[in-house]
C-alpha cells in the first residue's frame, strides 16, 4: 500500500492534519486552519503551496472549482500506513470499557462481535466466517424416533452442527441403529471436513446395507459446509446514513449493492495472503465497486483457531483509527480466551 516518495516530514503533517480533519467534519480544510490548528510555526503561504503540491501528487481533489481540496483514495492509504506503522490507535481503554459494560463475559462478545464493532465504531459491520476445511467431526448419533424415522446429529468442535430428521430403511437388521453409530462413528469421527467431503470411499463394500443411511449424513456434512462458507452476518447497515455522503442517492445504492452481495464481499474482503493481519480497501483503485467508500477486516482467533474476519464498511474518511483499534482489541480478547 505504500507509495510515499516525495513526502517531506512536513507535507507528511500537512497530509495527517488535512485527513484528521476530513475525517472529523467531512469539510475542506483551508491553509489558514491548518495553520491555526495543526502548524502555528509555518505560513499560510508555504502550507498553501505544498496542498498544491499534494494536489499534483495524486493524494488531494478538488471536486469542484469553487470547493476546498478533499483527500483522495490515495491520502486515506498514506494515513492508514501511518497508523499502522505507529501503532496509533485510540485509548484501548476506551473500548474495553464499552466492551465490559454492555457484555458480562467473552461468550456474549464472540456471539454479537459484529453488532459490537457496529455499535462500537458506528459503522456497518460484518462478520466473515472462514472456511470450514478444519473443523473436525467429533461424533455422529442416530437417534431411533421409533416410527420409521431417526434424528441424525452430527457434532463438531465447535459443538453441535446439524440435525435433521430422515426415513429409515426397510431391513431386517434387528439392531440396525446400534451397528449404525458404531459405523459412522468410526468412519467420521476425528476427521475434518475437507476430508470427509472430498473422500469417494465412505462406506466398505461389505456394508451397502448402510449405504442410503451414509449418504444422507454426507450430504448433510456437504450442506453445513457449503452454507456456512456463503455465511457473512452484516450489522448496522442502517448507520451508513449518519454520513453526509450518503445523502446522495447513488451511493446509497452502490453500498447495498454490495453489502447485499455475499460473493462480492467475499471476494473483496479475502485476503490470499494468510499473514496479512488486517484487510484495507479504499477505494475505487483497490476494486472498482468501492467508490467513496472502505473496507477495514481483521482475521481473528478463538481457542487458537482462526474462525473469520471481522470488519466495517462506510465511507472512505471512516475513523480508521477507531476502527483498527476496536478490532485489534477484541481480536486481542478472542485470542487470549
Not at 135 to 153: R, S
Not at 168 to 173: A, G, M, S, V, Y
Not at 199 to 221: A, G, P, T
Request: charge should be negative; glycine fraction near 4%.
Amino acid at each position: 500500500m505504500k507509495d510515499n516518495k516525495g513526502l517531506s516530514e512536513r507535507r507528511k503533517k500537512i497530509l495527517n492534519a488535512l485527513v484528521d480533519s476530513y475525517i472529523s467534519d467531512a469539510e475542506p480544510i483551508s491553509s489558514a486552519a491548518i495553520k491555526d490548528k495543526y502548524m502555528p510555526d509555518v505560513s499560510t503561504a508555504t502550507i498553501r503551496s505544498e496542498l498544491a503540491t499534494l494536489e499534483e501528487m495524486g493524494y488531494l481533489s478538488q471536486p469542484h472549482i469553487s470547493a476546498g481540496r478533499v483527500p483522495s483514495s490515495k491520502a486515506y492509504k498514506f494515513y492508514v500506513d501511518n497508523i499502522l506503522a505507529n501503532e496509533s490507535q485510540m485509548d484501548l481503554q476506551q473500548v474495553k470499557s464499552v466492551l465490559a459494560t454492555k457484555y458480562a463475559s467473552i461468550k456474549e462478545i464472540v456471539k454479537d462481535s459484529a453488532k459490537i464493532v457496529s455499535d462500537v465504531t458506528n459503522y456497518t459491520s460484518l462478520l466473515m466466517i472462514s472456511s470450514t476445511d478444519n473443523i473436525l467431526v467429533n461424533d455422529v448419533k442416530v437417534i431411533d424416533m421409533y416410527d420409521g424415522t431417526a434424528l441424525v446429529l452430527i457434532v463438531t468442535n465447535n459443538g453441535s452442527i446439524k440435525d435433521k430428521t430422515i426415513k429409515l430403511p426397510d431391513t431386517n437388521i434387528s439392531n440396525y441403529i446400534e451397528v449404525a453409530n458404531g459405523l459412522l462413528y468410526r468412519t467420521f469421527a476425528g476427521k475434518r471436513l475437507v476430508e470427509i467431503v472430498h473422500s469417494h470411499n465412505v462406506i466398505d463394500s461389505q456394508l451397502r446395507d448402510f449405504e442410503q443411511l451414509f449418504e444422507q449424513v454426507l450430504n448433510m456434512i456437504i450442506d453445513y459446509k457449503n452454507a456456512r462458507e456463503s455465511q457473512i452476518q452484516i450489522e448496522g447497515k442502517d448507520k451508513i446514513f449518519n454520513y453526509p455522503e450518503y445523502n446522495d442517492v447513488n451511493n446509497v445504492k452502490n453500498f447495498l449493492s454490495i453489502v447485499n452481495d455475499q460473493e462480492k464481499l467475499h471476494e473483496i474482503v479475502n485476503d490470499k495472503d494468510g499473514s496479512i493481519e488486517f484487510s484495507i480497501k479504499i477505494g475505487k483503485e483497490d476494486d472498482e465497486t468501492l467508490n467513496d467508500m472502505a473496507i477495514v477486516s481483521a482475521k481473528y482467533k478463538f481457542s487458537g483457531e482462526e474462525v473469520g474476519q471481522l470488519g466495517v464498511i462506510g465511507p472512505q474518511r471512516m475513523d480508521y483509527k477507531k476502527v483498527l483499534s476496536v478490532l485489534r482489541e477484541i481480536g486481542t480478547l478472542f485470542e487470549n480466551n
